[in-house]
């Protein structure tokens, strides 16, 4: 079991930065890889960033890449999402996710344990 709270999200003007975090909570954390994922009003759900379980390997979306960095601390269950040059197309609730299946890891289904969520918005 993993219980997953996002902090962090808030208003920001085009061209600023904001920083997510996501705490953790159970035993298999640094055994698992995780993902961010965004939803914006009236969208479906979009793979934002991953990052392995160790932390060596991570992706993102074209829409991002270049502009949010993702980490991971495992010794403090808690894995961050750095966001840079935001936009208003950014805005959306973020949430992060644990991995747990075979699947992609830009596919949401491969995930079986999310946040709340966290609203960050991006005004022009």
């Known amino acids: 079991q993993v219980q997953l709270v996002e902090s962090g999200g808030g208003l920001v003007q085009a061209g600023g930065s904001l920083r997510l975090s996501c705490a953790a909570s159970g035993r298999t954390f640094s055994t698992v890889a995780m993902g961010w994922f965004r939803r914006a009003p009236g969208k479906e759900r979009e793979f934002v960033s991953a990052i392995s379980a160790g932390g060596a390997v991570t992706i993102y979306s074209d829409s991002v890449k270049g502009r949010f960095t993702v980490s991971r601390d495992n010794a403090e269950n808690t894995i961050s999402l750095q966001m840079t040059s935001l936009k208003p197309e950014d805005t959306a609730v973020y949430y992060c996710?644990?991995?747990?299946?075979?699947?992609?890891?830009?596919?949401?289904?491969?995930?079986?344990?999310w946040g709340q969520g966290t609203q960050v918005t991006v005004s022009s």
């Open positions: 996710a644990a991995h747990g299946a075979i699947l992609k890891l830009t596919n949401p289904y491969g995930y079986n344990y």
